[in-house]
């Protein structure tokens, strides 16, 4: 989708294409909604242009109503059947203690080990949840092979996972492994109902990551898992009225972002307001002005919420507004090669590898690189 919308800048007709297919369009992220606005008026102004939206967990309805009543195509995906049992953990959820937590994740993995041949994929929120998962199985003497699955690790460590041996495997995850990739052999999945969700605080002006209980549309994604390769059977840590009373789909990151990207990339391409941008979940009036008051501070808008020259700049550079920024005014400063170095870092998660054996050992290693004056220069 970045290459996509990279390419909008020289080619905004997208004239190189004729049919486009956006996959995977429940995760909606920032790109995706922004793309299917953008395509909302590119098929408007191209009656030659093709486009096809696919996604396991779609609101079908919304989408079609978007592109004014687009046709509806449904194919069943789903190859086995999947079994889905309630263990709840504890009481309620307010009053649940450690220990009935790890007993009813241990209780789970013991149940599916019983339930037959295959793999285990557990779901968690995320990479310190992944390791105490891992100790608590340990301690449950749980007879397989325990392999963690986050974006952190190593390629050498994620590539474990999809090589599956002769032992069982139980293997911890973060929703990563709910539609970015696919992890095989897998029989049977234990879900504990919540994942990490990025939302931006507008006091703040910064982006933050919260445990939140997923919705339903990704609790049948992540159930899904288990019926490809066999008949599987998911375990949801929570009860079946507490999974009713969750809403039927994520909200898109549109609603939980700072639009100063969105808004920046439309003045960029000559959309008009953002306001005006035919959106398909619209963000609110709150959310418009802090994007634009960013921008004024960033020196991209001027008063009237028009682009700057450095806004232009900005506006060709595929990244958050902020690291664009920094670079624009390196460029000034003469330091361009330096703030390239921090940019990247800044850009992408934290480039220093920590193997969960050796953090100890990792910790050693990165200290050379460290400054006391700045985190910054310890990535320079």
Request: net charge negative; charged share 30%; aromatic share 6%.
């Amino acid at each position: 989708d970045g290459i996509l919308l990279a390419e909008t800048q020289g080619d905004p007709l997208l004239r190189a294409y004729g049919t486009i297919i956006v996959d995977e369009a429940h995760e909606r992220s920032l790109n995706i909604d922004f793309l299917l606005g953008f395509l909302k008026t590119l098929v408007a102004r191209r009656a030659d242009l093709r486009l096809v939206i696919t996604s396991a967990t779609i609101d079908a309805g919304h989408f079609s109503r978007h592109f004014g009543g687009a046709p509806v195509i449904e194919v069943s995906g789903r190859l086995y059947p999947v079994e889905v049992r309630y263990r709840p953990v504890g009481g309620d959820e307010e009053d649940t203690t450690r220990d009935e937590e790890e007993a009813a994740l241990a209780g789970a993995v013991e149940e599916a080990c019983r339930a037959g041949s295959g793999d285990v994929l557990v779901f968690l929120p995320g990479e310190r949840e992944i390791r105490e998962a891992a100790e608590v199985l340990r301690r449950h003497r749980v007879e397989a092979d325990i392999l963690p699955l986050y974006s952190r690790l190593s390629n050498a460590e994620q590539d474990r996972v999809f090589h599956p041996g002769g032992a069982r495997r139980v293997v911890l995850a973060t929703n990563v492994a709910e539609t970015s990739l696919t992890v095989p052999r897998i029989h049977y999945v234990v879900d504990t109902g919540q994942a990490r969700v990025k939302r931006y605080s507008y006091r703040n002006k910064v982006e933050m990551l919260r445990v939140e209980n997923i919705s339903q549309a990704a609790a049948q994604q992540r159930a899904g898992r288990c019926g490809r390769v066999a008949d599987g059977v998911c375990f949801r840590l929570y009860s079946e009225d507490e999974f009713k009373a969750r809403p039927a789909f994520t909200d898109p990151e549109v609603l939980r972002s700072s639009l100063a990207a969105v808004i920046l990339r439309a003045l960029g391409l000559g959309l008009g307001k953002v306001e005006d941008f035919p959106f398909l979940d619209p963000p609110s009036p709150k959310a418009v002005s802090d994007g634009y008051a960013l921008l004024a501070e960033l020196g991209a808008v001027d008063e009237d919420n028009a682009l700057t020259p450095t806004g232009r700049e900005l506006a060709h550079l595929p990244l958050d507004p902020r690291v664009g920024r920094m670079l624009v005014a390196a460029r000034e400063e003469r330091c361009l090669e330096q703030m390239l170095v921090i940019a990247a870092a800044l850009s992408v998660q934290d480039p220093r590898e920590r193997p969960m054996d050796k953090a100890a050992a990792a910790d050693e290693r990165h200290k050379r690189f460290a400054d006391e004056r700045s985190d910054f220069i310890a990535f320079l």
